[in-house]
């Protein structure tokens, strides 16, 4: 046997053992985070996270290392740090935002920094879920009709739907260029980032990139 058989073997029979189960829950991600859930449950190669303020998130099962029980006491949602109230430190960050939760499970999911979606909403929507641009973009993420296409969202004006498509989008692009091009992209199209070689020489995308790094603390 292999070691990656092996390491999935064990990761199933954790997930199997706790699958279904409505306790609370901390997930280990491959990435080395870790957030804490309601519960969850596997179907296919994905695992749905049910998360503490209600609703969920489909990540991939094997961004998933293992699931553990939580035993921490946790306020009940309605408790939970609501916009404009400090959230407290963890693996799974609630930031002083709306959707704080869904950015931070989402982003975690996919192994993209939550600030970073974070700053990235505040650029592009200023957090109006139902905002939309001249050229079409919808949603807190703005994305675009091909974009939304592509990870098959049929509302782009559900904020976890949109969230969730946009993290994945982002996430491509960074795993394409880098962070600070896969910004550029998300803003000018992947070609433009291609034919100029870098950030293009746009003044609006040149600052919606340093604007986002400089929000999330990276510049």
């Not at 609703?55 to 035993?71: M, N, S």
């Not at 930031?95 to 600030?115: C, F, K, M, N, R």
Request: net charge positive; glycine share 8%.
């Amino acid at each position: 046997m292999t070691y990656r058989f092996l390491k999935a073997a064990a990761v199933a029979l954790v997930l199997t053992a706790w699958a279904g189960e409505a306790h609370a829950e901390i997930v280990f991600l491959t990435s080395g985070r870790s957030l804490s859930v309601k519960g969850h449950r596997v179907q296919g190669e994905t695992i749905i996270l049910s998360l503490r303020t209600g609703g969920e998130v489909t990540c991939d099962r094997a961004l998933i290392d293992k699931i553990l029980p939580d035993e921490v006491p946790y306020p009940e949602p309605g408790a939970v740090a609501t916009a404009g109230e400090q959230a407290p430190a963890s693996g799974a960050v609630l930031q002083s935002t709306p959707y704080g939760e869904i950015i931070s499970a989402v982003s975690e999911a996919h192994g993209v920094d939550p600030l970073l979606v974070r700053a990235l909403i505040q650029v592009e929507s200023n957090y109006q879920a139902r905002a939309k641009s001249r050229k079409g973009a919808m949603g807190l993420m703005q994305l675009m009709p091909s974009t939304a296409r592509v990870y098959k969202v049929r509302n782009p004006f559900d904020p976890r739907a949109n969230i969730e498509a946009g993290v994945k989008h982002l996430k491509a692009l960074i795993d394409r260029f880098d962070v600070e091009l896969g910004l550029a992209a998300y803003n000018a199209g992947e070609g433009a980032v291609t034919r100029f070689k870098g950030i293009p020489p746009y003044r609006e995308t040149r600052n919606y990139v340093s604007r986002i790094l400089s929000l999330a603390g990276s510049k």
